[in-house]
């Protein structure tokens, strides 16, 4: 592929451009791992989403053809042996060449069946935008709903709803897995994507949290995004439960008492399959699906969510790509597609950031409590393993809590820790199914933590004042607890989750300050590659890009070499800058036009005399340098101060007789 026109660049590409388009093709064609540095400014994501894509497209377009090819010669192979004489050594050979070509007739049915879906879905977009009105569903969101207690009753072990109904088999279609550090980031990308010349036949969804894409306003006031994801839950589940509240007669059931509260009303299946074919048919970064959502009056979350399945290019953050069970609910698999991983410089200490984890003493007691006020009030309404299950995630949080309260501070590996805290006798793995599965942190909001939890079943005699003075006084740590509202049980599954995980992967350590006082519990995950040894296992390519990937060894010992990856099987692709050195003239100006000397040092930073001797030479630099002049300072606050004083010294005045002046004080 050495046309540059059939990489669809928007503009005439410079030869590290054509360079890098070339690279990144033949890791997608060849199924291997790249590393691609490339500075900033020269075209690194436009060259990424031209070559990644032209792949993908071409790929798509020969799959069918080469498959059908393939059956073909496999077929009159099959024939020419079942024609020969000597059939008996022939019938080894035929059983393998029938296994073959069955496993390439299920892979074109495959295909055939999502072109199917595509064309389909193409119709459905095709129809929806005929249909100039839009739906007249206009949700109501402050109504009163019947709450029964039942609904905090857990259910059968194992049968309660989950948030996994979108985590379907991707099948079909090869897919582009993008991933980059910021939302910021992915929206820049998707803007790059639009300049392609092939840009609007790409099928592409960003994927985001609750938090960024969520619409309904009384769960987007809570901010937190732990009590969001907890909300979205349970109006979800009341959107599910509000069409079935009939008896078997079809009667209405009892009443209840009655509390504020409603199904989320963009939760809405219809609504939903709209958005998601819209999302896919239009290039759309993160503003734009929620725009999207408001006019439809549909959840942008599971409609992002639900285009996964038929999209070509997924956008996500690096949390979504490198947290099993994330990219699990979203329904995103790396396997046999391409793995693209953006800003890639500082990916080990992201991944490690991700899986580590923190709690303090209040929040185990807190959660103890909790759990043991539900456990109280249900206790004869409960299923028996559910029961089990209760008492032994208390006794846990107990054992847990004795051992910080008690303990010296440390270093230990997970398995140690788990044998002096004396909880190496329970299955942790099945309680943190169980809290999963179970739900049973959203259940818990309903309970307030006032007492201690030796104290269950007494009743509080504390007033208003002192009760808000007991909250206030309790001891604080270095994680921000404010932040973390709602039920504290959903700070301990990440760490009872780190107590799972290999021994040799990560530390526990116990942090008290000097007077014992404040403890907390942390969890450091020290070799943050095993973690995503899975997705570059599976992964058909691997590309990983950035501005400075140096060290490169970094990225072949550490993160690849956990895949069983030789560092020589990694191809290493560094360029330089677009703009020829040649074309370079770095000068160190040390005086102004007057012979004043430059120093702006902090003391100096507002010296009027040393401003107008500044602006002098940015005057008498525009009147002789006929293209662009940019001046870079070291902070806004200077920048502003330094602007402000050139418009009552007239300096900016004069740089506007020979230059447009555009600020970021304005926007650009």
Known sequence: MSDPDSYGFPFQPYSIQLEFMRGLYTICEDSSVGIFESPTGTGKSLSIIC?????????????????????????????????????????????????????????????????????????????????????????????????????????????????????????????????????????????????????????????????????????????????????????????????????????????????????????????????????????????????????????????????????????????????????????????????????????????????????????????????????????????????????????????????VQGGNPQVLLPSEFVVKAGIDNLNLFKIIQFLNKSQLCRKLNSFKVFVEPDEIGKVPKLGLKELMNKETSILTSDVDEKKIRGSPLLSVIPILSALCRPHNEGRIVLKKDDSREICSLKYLLLNPAAEVKDVINEARAVIVAGGTMRPISEFQHQLFGAAGIQPDQVKIFSFGHVIPAEQVLPVIVTKGPAGRVFEFSYGNRSNTKMLDELGQLIVNTCNIVPGGVIVFFSSYEIENNTYKHWVESGHLEKMALRKRVRTNQFGF
């Open 51 to 403: 070559g990644s894509l032209s792949w993908l497209l071409n790929y798509e377009n020969n799959r069918v053809p080469s498959l059908k090819e393939q059956a073909t010669c496999l077929t009159n192979e099959i024939e020419r042996l079942s024609d020969g004489d000597d059939w008996l050594s022939n019938a080894s050979e035929k059983c393998q060449l029938l296994e073959k070509l069955s496993t390439i007739r299920c892979e074109l049915s495959i295909w055939e069946e999502y072109r199917s879906r595509i064309e389909n879905l193409k119709k459905e977009q095709a129809k929806l935008k005929d249909d100039t009105k839009r739906s007249k569903f206009h949700p109501q969101i402050n109504y009163k709903t019947v709450i029964e207690d039942d609904e905090d009753i857990l259910d059968s072990y194992g049968h309660d709803d989950s948030d996994d109904e979108n985590a379907e088999d991707v099948g079909g279609g090869m897919k582009i897995l993008f991933a980059s550090r910021t939302h910021s980031q992915l929206s820049q990308f998707v803007s790059e994507v639009k300049k392609w010349k092939h840009g609007s036949e790409i099928r592409l969804v960003t994927l985001a949290s609750r938090q960024q894409l969520c619409i309904n306003e009384d769960v987007r006031k809570l901010e937190n995004n732990s009590l969001i994801n907890e909300r979205c839950t349970e109006l979800k589940s009341k959107s599910k439960q509000s069409s079935s509240k009939t008896t078997d007669a079809g009667v209405p059931p009892k009443k209840k008492r009655e509390t504020a509260g409603c199904a989320c009303p963009y939760y809405r299946s219809e609504g939903i399959s709209s958005m998601a074919t819209d999302i896919l048919f239009e290039v759309s970064d993160i503003e734009d699906i929620v725009a999207k959502g408001k006019e439809m009056k549909a959840c942008p979350y599971y409609a992002s969510r639900k285009a996964v399945k038929e999209s070509q290019i997924i956008l996500m953050p690096y949390n979504i790509l490198f947290h099993k069970e994330t990219r699990e609910s979203c329904g995103v698999s790396a396997k046999d597609n391409v793995v693209i991983i953006d800003e890639a410089h500082n990916i080990l200490e992201t991944i490690s950031g991700i899986y580590s984890a923190e709690i303090t003493l209040k929040q185990l007691n807190d959660s103890r409590s909790q759990v043991a006020q539900y456990l109280h009030k249900y206790n004869t309404r409960l299923a028996p393993g559910n029961l089990l299950s209760l008492r032994q995630l208390i006794q846990v949080l107990k054992m847990i809590s004795n051992f």
